[in-house]
């Protein structure tokens, strides 16, 4: 998100990561992280406020960027006691989870990034003032420019870790037979791992769709990618679970499959109505209704001069959503809170 800054210097305060090493060295900007307790997520976040607040008073910043509701605590202190002026992201399964938080954030904050439609009703839900609220997307890494190899088998995929159920595999999983009624060779491949899995694998076996449907587990980044270049079909039909003010708040991978030239299958709920323009870049369905999910697979796996055309829609709709514009965007949000920087007092609220 801030690689690409011109007009703002950055350091970053985060928590320590396999691979940081690696990473922090290649960025042009400090990193700061924070050692990771083992076995003790509220230790690590508590750590990474201090730390925060702590980097915050002595560096005396012009802004804070908070990029998740569980450092807000640090970025109000130093509102607070420095009159630094904060710019909130808020995502949405987050605001659901912690709404307390969530709502300290959202009242505390000068500035909030909602990353959708979606999430932005969520935030005036949890008190934040309209005037302070602004919808960027999250940006999309672009692949490098090749030939995409498609499966010659009709080939579903989902992409997506195995923990949040509102992701809707089990909706495809029913839906499946359906679309093997038109296209008997179908198969969905489902990327990633997680607590869901055994029980999705119980289901296929129950089906006996064994032959019909593959376990890729977890996958790296290039994997990943290797999946959507072979692939006809990204699906998922995440909905919103019911009382809840969760689900999906964007639905990047809706972008990055459309990236890689693929037609796409979401929920018409939620984020993924910003993710995915309906009938130009892929189908939005009723993520709770099997037989809905069905027919746009199908259709999307039949109709190939359709599907060809949402496709080309979808990389061109990519380009729109590139980390560098996202990026710039975001940057002029801190530029324009700096500017009006005058206007808050330490001790405000």
């Not at 900007?29 to 925060?52: D, E, I, K």
């Not at 994997?223 to 990047?252: I, K, N, Q, Y």
Request: charged fraction near 20%.
């Amino acid at each position: 998100m801030v690689a690409g800054w011109t007009e703002i210097d950055v350091t970053v305060v985060t928590l320590e990561a396999e691979g940081s090493g690696v990473f922090d060295a290649a960025q042009p900007f400090p990193v700061r992280r924070v050692g990771v307790p083992s076995g003790s997520r509220a230790l690590s976040v508590a750590l990474l406020n201090t730390a925060g607040t702590a980097h915050g008073l002595r560096r005396k910043p012009d802004a804070v960027l908070c990029g998740h509701i569980v450092c807000s605590p640090a970025a109000a202190a130093l509102r607070r006691l420095r009159g630094i002026p904060v710019l909130q992201y808020l995502y949405a399964k987050e605001i659901d989870g912690r709404p307390r938080l969530a709502r300290f954030a959202a009242t505390r904050a000068d500035r909030i990034v909602a990353i959708s439609g979606y999430t932005r009703d969520l935030a005036l839900r949890m008190g934040a003032a309209a005037s302070k609220l602004c919808v960027i997307p999250p940006g999309v890494d672009l692949p490098v420019a090749r030939v995409a190899e498609r499966a010659a088998r009709p080939t579903i995929v989902t992409v997506s870790r195995l923990r949040d159920a509102y992701k809707g595999h089990d909706v495809v999983l029913e839906a499946l037979p359906r679309v093997r009624e038109r296209v008997p060779d179908v198969r969905w491949v489902i990327v990633g791992d997680g607590p869901l899995r055994p029980s999705l694998e119980a289901e296929v076996a129950r089906r006996s769709l064994g032959g019909a449907v593959e376990f890729a587990g977890a996958a790296s980044d290039h994997e990943r990618d290797a999946w959507l270049d072979r692939a006809s079909v990204f699906a998922m039909p995440s909905r919103t679970p019911p009382g809840s003010m969760s689900g999906e708040g964007f639905g990047t991978v809706l972008l990055e499959a459309g990236a890689h030239g693929l037609p796409v299958l979401a929920g018409n709920v939620g984020g993924a109505l910003d993710a995915v323009a309906h009938e130009k870049t892929g189908l939005l369905v009723d993520p709770t209704d099997p037989a809905a999910v069905a027919a746009g697979l199908t259709r999307l796996l039949v109709d190939r001069e359709l599907a060809a055309s949402l496709a080309t829609a979808g990389i061109e709709r990519a380009h729109h959503f590139a980390w560098s514009r996202i990026s710039a965007r975001v940057q002029t949000e801190l530029l324009s809170l700096i500017a009006h920087r005058g206007g808050l007092h330490p001790g405000s609220r």
